[in-house]
């Protein structure tokens, strides 16, 4: 029987206006946007609505605004919201762990705001960066970076076939970049983020989000996860703790966590959330599925 799974994207989703359709229209929408404003002690729904690019940009307001956008997208679904599976890219998972009911909507927007503050301070404290290669077989990917031990560098983002992220120390990267261009990468490109996120860089900030995941109430799922750092389906509390602590400085292996979903059976992905990024990497990992936004 075939099966439904909803994704959830991560940073770089994020658009100006995203959201205001939902909050004039709908009343649930509305109030959980208001709710969002008081816990995060913020007016966040100006800045998603209206704010300018640069300002939504920040990480402390990025990561909380695209959470809020696809949980209240999903929230608003009502009844028609009914997963097989989750899955979210990066920031996404937490999503996608609100989504399946693993956490609360206040739990899960506490969570992501901490996660965001701690990866602010992570990048502000170390200069580092990433960037994107295309083109290349991910094995050679992983050769290049673990050739490299004067500076650190590591696969970050297993996008797609021929897409992956790599990530660390603004040295690490700009030889490997070098390196894979040599191996025939047709891009290797230095990306205009703030840190090097899903790296051993992010060690801070791991440490920092641990104690608040640790604290927060967990519960049983609706439905399984397949988190990124294993690919694989979740559905018990205390696994989906630490694989949510390993994020961080882990990678995202969303290729794997696709074609496992569509092992078990899921051939219809629906994305829930701004943008359509991740719908796109799905047609490229399996061409036969069928997607859509939410």
């Known amino acids: 029987m075939s099966k439904t799974a909803y994704l959830f994207p991560g940073q770089g989703a994020q658009f ?16 959980l ?24 940009k920040q990480t402390k307001v990025t990561q909380p ?26 920031l996404g998972e937490f999503s996608a762990l609100v989504a399946n009911k693993t956490l609360s909507f206040e739990d899960g927007l506490r969570l992501v705001y901490a996660r965001a503050l701690a990866m602010q301070d992570a990048c502000e404290a170390t200069p580092s960066t990433m960037a994107a290669v295309l083109g290349l077989a991910d094995e050679t990917v992983e ?27 603004i040295e690490g990267v700009n030889i490997a970049c070098e390196r894979l261009k040599a191996a025939g990468a047709k891009r290797a490109l230095v990306l205009p983020v703030g840190g090097a996120f899903h ?15 640790l604290a927060t109430p967990f519960h049983t799922p609706i ?3 397949y988190q990124n750092v294993t690919a694989n389906a979740v559905s018990d509390t205390e ?8 994020q961080l400085t882990g990678s995202v292996k969303w290729t794997q966590t696709i074609e496992k979903m569509v092992t078990d059976g899921a051939s219809n992905f629906i994305e829930c959330g701004p ?5 796109g990497l799905v047609k490229k990992i399996h061409k036969e599925a069928t997607t859509q936004s939410l």
Do not use: W
């Not at 100006?16 to 939902?22: E, F, I």
């Not at 560098?153 to 076939?161: H, K, S």
């Not at 696994?239 to 390993?246: F, G, P, S, T």
């Open 275 to 279: 943008g359509n990024v991740l719908q």
């Open 33 to 56: 946007f208001e709710q969002a404003n008081a816990i995060l002690g913020f007016d966040i729904t100006q800045i998603m609505f209206e704010g300018t690019e640069e300002a939504l």
């Open 143 to 169: 050769e290049i970076c673990a050739g490299i031990t004067e500076a650190i560098v590591v696969p970050a983002n297993y996008n797609c076939p021929g897409q992956l992220v790599i990530s660390g120390s």
């Open 223 to 225: 439905c399984p996860v």
């Open 239 to 246: 696994q989906i703790k630490q694989n949510l602590i390993a």
């Open 199 to 213: 790296s051993p860089l992010m060690q801070p900030a791991s440490e920092k989000l641990k104690a608040a995941i």
């Open 65 to 90: 605004a695209i959470f809020l956008h696809s949980v209240i997208k999903a929230i608003c679904a009502g009844d028609d919201f009914k997963p097989d599976m989750v899955a979210g890219h990066s």
């Open 16 to 31: 100006t206006g995203m959201g205001k359709d939902l909050y004039e229209s709908n009343e649930t929408a509305r109030a």
